[in-house]
């Protein structure tokens, strides 16, 4: 079956744009997560929808990060007003439930701020 | 607050070696672990996973990674490795049911 999918793959945009990224998750699966990797780091976690509530936002960086998902199915991560240092992969995860099941990854979209 | 630390950041081996990755976690509660590997131009990929019973897990590709409850690691392993086992690997652990945590990465080079 169809996996995790992102769009756009890749993303060049001015500082001081807003951009807009979209995961849709797997089929069926109620648990959706965003994640950013800097170059040469570690996995960050942004945010974690249960449904299309989101019960944690702790990991958004500033007020300029924003997500919404549509009941079960699509998400966007919303970057107003885009600085340097929010050049970046932004991944997507995906999960049958919250507890005890494995996150499926898509492929990321790359952001770089210029 | 949790923490996953892997130890090498690049590894160099011969294929046929025999390769360990080391990481280790600083959680208070149960821990979920796993490893998750990206081939180059390819996304995250579950390798293995702990949630519990055996400590020694097996997973995919001939990788197996073991729990030490003690020492707080979960060492990942293959006997012999080959020019496609060329990846990066990234140790993780969930928190709070659904956080993953990851390490830093180890970037694993084969030479054939």
């Known amino acids: 079956g169809a996996g995790v999918s992102q769009s756009p793959s890749n993303k060049v945009t001015e500082k001081g744009k807003d951009v807009e990224l979209r995961c849709d998750p797997i089929s069926g699966h109620t648990a959706l997560y965003w994640y950013r990797q800097r170059l040469g780091q570690g996995l960050e976690f942004l945010i974690y929808?249960?449904?299309?509530?989101?019960?944690?936002k702790s990991g958004l960086p500033s007020d300029r990060f924003s997500a919404e998902r549509t009941g079960e199915s699509v998400s966007t991560l919303t970057i107003q007003r885009t600085q340097q240092e929010d050049s970046a992969v932004y991944l997507c995860?995906?999960?049958?439930?919250?507890?005890?099941?494995?996150?499926?990854f898509g492929p990321g979209t790359r952001l770089t701020v210029t | 607050a949790q923490s996953v630390s892997q130890h090498n950041h690049h590894v160099i081996l011969s294929e046929a070696a025999s390769l360990e990755l080391g990481c280790n976690y600083s959680y208070g509660g149960t821990v979920n672990l796993f490893w998750y590997v990206q081939y180059p131009g390819q996304h995250l990929q579950l390798l293995l996973k702990?949630?519990?019973?055996?400590?020694l897990v097996k997973g995919i590709k001939g990788f197996e990674a073991e729990f030490i409850k003690s020492k707080f690691s979960f060492n990942l392993r293959k006997p012999s490795v080959q020019w496609s086992d060329t990846a990066e690997y990234f140790c993780a652990l969930i928190s709070n049911d659904y956080k993953l945590s990851f390490g830093a990465g180890t970037t694993v080079t084969v030479r054939a």
């Open positions: 929808f249960q449904g299309n509530s989101a019960p944690d």
């Open positions: 702990y949630f519990s019973g055996d400590p």
């Open positions: 995860a995906s999960s049958l439930g919250r507890q005890g099941y494995e996150q499926y």
